[in-house]
């Protein structure tokens, strides 16, 4: 690990290369999402179970909230103009805070929202066929257990940002 200043130079490399993977990470999320957003906006415009409309009305709305959280409070900010290491570091460890704190509230932003439609939405696929309740319930599972491997990684991702706020920290 660097034990020594930070340079301007590795600073604007650190902060460039921190932006590039964020923006394409939370792009490539937005994107998925709003693919899931528009399907389950299909279910609900075309379900033939009304429970099922209801469940994909919800989903397409918690899907929205969370691409709207996303794009409004995860986008990173613009580099700072200024070449001093200082400025560099401040703008860089803000970024890192904020980043953090932001993915340490992925439960509610993110897993929270969608939850009652998928739960509506299981439910009416149930009722739609009650002889075959495995096959919904093993959807649903598999949905929740993808959500909640999700929340471990972002809590992975936090403290991976935590020490790298540590190391800045320990640079100065």
Excluded: H, N
């Excluded at 409309?53 to 995860?74: K, P």
């Amino acid at each position: 690990m660097l034990t020594t200043p930070l340079g301007a130079s590795l600073l604007r490399r650190m902060v460039r290369e921190f932006q590039w993977t964020t923006r394409f990470a939370d792009l490539t999320v937005v994107v998925f999402f709003g693919a899931y957003a528009l399907l389950f906006a299909a279910v609900a415009i075309f379900g033939e179970v009304l429970l099922c409309r209801i469940g994909g009305a919800l989903l397409f709305l918690g899907l929205g909230y969370t691409i709207l959280r996303l794009t409004r409070e995860g986008w990173v900010g613009a580099i700072p103009s200024s070449s001093a290491a200082i400025e560099c570091s401040a703008y860089y460890r803000a970024q890192l805070v904020r980043r953090r704190d932001f993915k340490k509230q992925f439960l509610y932003w993110a897993v929270l929202p969608v939850i009652p439609g998928a739960a509506v939405g299981t439910l009416g696929w149930v009722v739609a066929d009650p002889k075959q309740w495995y096959i919904p319930s093993g959807a649903l599972f598999f949905c929740l257990s993808v959500l909640f491997l999700s929340v471990d990684g972002s809590r992975k991702d936090a403290v991976r940002m935590q020490k790298e706020i540590d190391l800045l920290d320990g640079a100065r």
